[in-house]
């Protein structure tokens, strides 16, 4: 006897319920057509050279979810948050930074499984569902859909803030190959006049609600081994931001009370963010090992090793 396929507001209320019951602090759905809004700004962020050092981009599949994967119809979008409120980097005494996101295990070995077992849930629910997880690696403005599924506005840092649950969160798309009914998308951003992020970041590589990756620490010490102009070099050593930056959300007013990650599951801090900087490993053995399992295993020794050495011997 056929199965019949749930009622799609019922099944999505109860999809939400389960994202929410896998650790989401807030989810919701949004239609996969494309990003009209975005395409002159984004075009413009391409000619302007911004995405040099990001060779990886390409607008025509960010602006466009059903380009990435012809069969999305949905996208159930989650809010994933991870920072803690004792693990301020830069706290122990002499160490360096190391942004919020890289304490603890790789976030895409817990947010992957986690939106994969919900596709299951949900395909032995709806027969003939199909759905592809995207956490941070597929070309897909995770911030424009969050925000078109009602999660939040993207700030004039350009991260997205979810409301009171502030911008430390990490972002989970499950893209679906059926029609559901769509969350009303945020309104009009709520960052007003403030400017805190912008005067907070140290390389002025902020404008409002734009990036510019050629001066931003975290492309440097994250995304490439490229040699940074003089300037943002001179930031690095001043600001002390070893990998990634989280400067432009600690400025935030949003995060000033913000929903928390999961200490039990993100764990203590390593190493990396107690040791005093003259103390931390240069070795290519201590450094893999240091790093098995967590997201800046994709930082390799040597890259590590440039990067305190502009922040040590400036």
């Not at 989970?172 to 190959?177: D, F, H, I, P």
């Not at 005093?276 to 020794?301: C, H, I, M, N, S």
């Amino acid at each position: 006897m056929p199965v019949e396929q749930p009622e799609p507001l019922a099944f999505r209320a109860w999809l939400r319920s389960e994202a929410l019951a896998a650790g989401f602090a807030r989810a919701g759905f949004a239609a996969c057509g494309p990003f009209r809004d975005e395409e002159g700004h984004l075009h413009a962020w391409f000619q302007e050279g911004r995405g040099s050092l990001l060779p990886y981009l390409d607008p025509a599949t960010l602006l466009d979810p059903m380009a990435l994967w012809p069969q999305a119809r949905t996208a159930l979008v989650g809010f994933f948050p991870y920072a803690r409120p004792d693990a301020v980097p830069g706290a122990a005494p002499g160490s360096l930074k190391l942004s919020r996101y890289l304490w603890g295990p790789d976030y895409h070995m817990i947010l992957k499984p986690r939106l994969a077992r919900l596709l299951e849930a949900a395909q032995s629910r709806w027969p003939g569902l199909e759905g592809r997880v995207c956490v941070d690696t597929a070309p897909l403005l995770e911030r424009q859909l969050a925000a078109r599924a009602g999660l939040g506005w993207q700030g004039k840092h350009t991260l997205l803030i979810a409301e009171k649950d502030g911008s430390w969160g990490f972002l989970g798309a499950l893209l679906l190959s059926v029609e559901l009914p769509p969350d009303e998308p945020f309104g009009t951003q709520q960052c007003g006049t403030c400017t805190a992020c912008l005067e907070a970041c140290p390389s002025q590589a902020l404008s409002s609600f734009r990036l510019d990756p050629a001066r931003c620490l975290t492309t440097y010490t994250i995304e490439t081994e490229t040699e940074p102009p003089p300037d943002i070099a001179a930031a690095l050593a001043s600001s002390r931001w070893a990998a990634g930056c989280d400067a432009c959300q600690e400025a935030c007013p949003w995060n000033r009370a913000p929903v928390w990650g999961d200490p039990a599951l993100w764990g203590g801090s390593s190493p990396l963010h107690t040791r005093p900087a003259e103390d931390l490993p240069r070795g290519a053995a201590q450094w893999r090992k240091l790093t098995r399992r967590t997201a800046l295993r994709r930082v390799r020794d040597r890259h590590w090793r440039a990067t305190l050495a502009r922040i040590l011997n400036p």
